[in-house]
Structure formats: C-alpha cells, structure tokens
T-cell receptor, first 113, second 115 residues
Framework: AAGVIQSPRHLIKEKRETATLKCYPI?????VYWYQQGPGQDPQFLISFYEKMQSDKGSIPDRFSAQQFSDYHSELNMSSLELGDSALYFCASSRDRGPYEQYFGPGTRLTVT | KQEVTQIPAALSVPEGENLVLNCSFTDSAIYNLQWFRQDPGKGLTSLLLIQSSQREQTSGRLNASLDKSSGRSTLYIAASQPGDSATYLCAPRRRFYTNAGKSTFGDGTTLTVKP
C-alpha cells in the first residue's frame, strides 16, 4: 500500500540558509500535518492543512511557512535557519472522513551547521 | 492544552513476558487515540487506533483500551519479543470542528525486550 512520501530524507544546511521540505500524502488523503521532533523529544505539532487551507496551527516559528497544493502535496519552507532547527520533520496525512487515522511519513532529518 | 503522560518512561523485560504501557491525558474531549511505535531515528508506525466511542481495540498480540472519562489508555503487549523493542507513543487527538485534528504526543515508553 502507498505510504506518505517525504523528500528529501536528509538535508544539511548552514545557519541563515533556507530549506524546503516536501510531503506527498497517501492517495485520497486530503489532510496533511507537519510535526517537528528534536533529539530525545516527542513530536511537536507545527501546522496542518485540509483541502489546501490551513486548518490548525501549533508551535510553528514565524520563519517557517507551509502550504498545500491542488494535488494535496505540501511543502514546509524554512528560512533563516538556526542551529535549533536541527530535527526530524514528519509529515502525516489522513482522510477527512472517519476514522481519521494518521499515517506518518519516514521523516526528513534536517541538520543545520 | 492537552498534556499527555506515559508511564513508565522505560521498561526492560525478558522475552515472553506480558506487559502494560500506560498513557494518561488531561483533556478528555478527544476524537480518537492512536498508539505508535518508533524505532531510533525512524518514523512513527501506527499500531492501533481507538475511537472515542470505543473501549478496546486488538491487533495480534496488541490490545489497547481507552477510558475517555478518566483520561487513560493502556497498551497491552502479550508474549513480548525482542523485535518489540522500540519507543511506544500514545497520541490523543482532539476534536476539531467535525473531524480529528492534531495529535499530541506523550514522551513515550522505551521498551527493551531481552532475548
């Protein structure tokens, strides 16, 4: 069965650079969630989209932005990167029709040097 | 704000034992609760999903229960195997308009099953 696809899987950037993470949800899933997981921490919700509209917002820094496109894929844009942004970034998707089970992608490991 | 606590933080058992992982949450207005496992540096694998109207879900050697009113869920693992070694995360999801919104994760229970 198709799963959530994230690209790239690994990314190394320098401070103050910009990064773009991509997420391709499971086919027919219309809701996408972004989570950030720092070393030794649990995943923290950043932002979500339903039908291309932002549906919920968590602890996403102002330096980050995201959007969902017409094909339901989503991109997380991160600017002015800081060392503390180094983390695993997960994308999850679900259908907006029950049972709303969330499926997570393999994550993008971002390292800021 | 939803607070999720998982007990114990770490657990080490010999192979074959049955074990229980506990999850408690402060906001009982949840839509559902998912249990995940995470291997080091890897993604989250969904184990079980319990709707707020359900009390129990089973999948193979795993059984999850939910007591929404008391804000508790347990994950029971029968006949543990070394391959079960991982961090187990519970994630209650709040009601968001008419669907389930973001997941709030506990810190997880790190399980080690010794051969």
């Amino acid at each position: 069965a198709a799963g959530v696809i994230q690209s790239p899987r690994h990314l190394i950037k320098e401070k103050r650079e910009t990064a773009t993470l991509k997420c391709y949800p499971i086919p027919r899933h219309d809701t996408v969630y972004w989570y950030q997981q720092g070393p030794g921490q649990d995943p923290q919700f950043l932002i979500s989209f339903y039908e291309k509209m932002q549906s919920d917002k968590g602890s996403i820094p102002d330096r980050f932005s995201a959007q969902q496109f017409s094909d339901y894929h989503s991109e997380l844009n991160m600017s002015s990167l800081e060392l503390g942004d180094s983390a695993l970034y997960f994308c999850a998707s679900s259908r907006d029709r029950g049972p709303y089970e969330q499926y997570f992608g393999p994550g993008t490991r971002l390292t800021v040097t | 704000k939803q607070e999720v606590t998982q007990i114990p933080a770490a657990l080490s058992v010999p192979e074959g034992e049955n074990l229980v992982l506990n999850c408690s949450f402060t906001d009982s207005a949840i839509y559902n609760l998912q249990w995940f496992r995470q291997d080091p540096g890897k993604g989250l694998t969904s184990l079980l999903l319990i709707q707020s109207s359900q009390r129990e879900q089973t999948s193979g050697r795993l059984n999850a229960s939910l007591d929404k009113s008391s804000g508790r869920s347990t994950l029971y693992i029968a006949a543990s195997q070394p391959g079960d070694s991982a961090t187990y995360l519970c994630a209650p999801r709040r009601r968001f308009y008419t669907n389930a919104g973001k997941s709030t994760f506990g810190d997880g229970t790190t399980l080690t099953v010794k051969p």
